[in-house]
């Protein structure tokens, strides 16, 4: 059975720093694109960042361009997200996700339950 | 970046209704569309990928069809564990984006 089991979130003050974790299980992490995914308090979904297999190539979202960093350990299989600079405005649960490569596209399969990140003084 | 909208942003119907929900890309995206369920508190579902193609386990009921910027999601049948918020969002380039959501309650 896949999981993906996110940790790492909580209260941290404007300009502080964060490391989320992914904990994925049931697949082989290094065959996966992995992503993260992220949901202000009564907002809709907004995409974070993305990172391929071998971490040659990573994606962001503006907002976060300079400030977060995806990274992957394949052997712990488990994915991250280093958050720094932190902002009011990056205050959401944060999702992990499966991104499955089949039929020449790219799209979600599997997702983690949250966890929560209130940057807040 | 490429806008989704998704229309209506509400939704009211009764159990046993059929629904749809339209989703419209500001450019074109081929079939690089998937549709998501989500219920409060709990993780996005992935229901739908490649604009109609179900994923594993997801019942016939849900639907999806569309191309280029205009796509639908259909819900057949409606029963009251399908009362969530549903989204669009495109994957043929970065950033990803995702539409508002569709709140279907129940009326």
């Known amino acids: 059975e896949v999981q993906l089991v996110e940790s790492g979130g909580g209260l941290v003050q404007p300009g502080g720093s964060l490391r989320l974790s992914c904990a994925a299980s049931?697949?082989?992490?290094?065959?996966?694109?992995m992503s993260w995914v992220r949901q202000a308090p009564g907002k809709g979904l907004e995409w974070v960042a993305n990172?391929?297999?071998?971490?040659?190539?990573?994606h962001y979202v503006g907002s976060v361009t300079g400030r977060f960093t995806i990274s992957r350990d394949n052997a712990k299989n488990s994915v991250y997200l280093q958050m720094n600079s932190l902002r009011a405005e990056d205050t959401a649960i944060y999702f992990c996700?499966?991104?499955?490569?089949?039929?020449?596209?790219?799209?979600?399969?599997?997702w983690g339950q949250g966890t929560l990140v209130t940057v807040s003084s | 970046d490429i806008q989704m909208t998704q229309s209506p942003s509400s939704l009211s119907a009764s159990v046993g209704d059929s629904v749809t929900i339209t989703c419209r890309a500001s450019?074109?995206?081929?079939?690089?569309l998937a549709w998501f369920q989500q219920k409060p508190g709990k993780a996005p579902k992935s229901l739908i990928y490649?604009?109609?193609s179900l994923h594993s386990g997801v019942p016939s009921k849900f639907s999806g069809s569309g191309s280029g910027t205009d796509f639908i999601l259909t819900i057949t049948s409606l029963q009251p564990e399908d009362f969530a918020t549903y989204y669009c969002?495109?994957?043929?380039?970065?950033?990803?984006?995702f539409g508002q959501g569709t709140k279907l309650e129940i009326k």
């Open positions: 049931g697949f082989t992490l290094s065959s996966y694109w």
């Open positions: 450019q074109g995206i081929s079939i690089h």
């Open positions: 969002q495109q994957y043929t380039a970065y950033p990803y984006t």
């Open positions: 490649a604009a109609s």
């Open positions: 990172i391929n297999q071998d971490v040659s190539r990573s």
């Open positions: 996700g499966r991104i499955t490569c089949a039929y020449a596209q790219c799209f979600y399969d599997y």
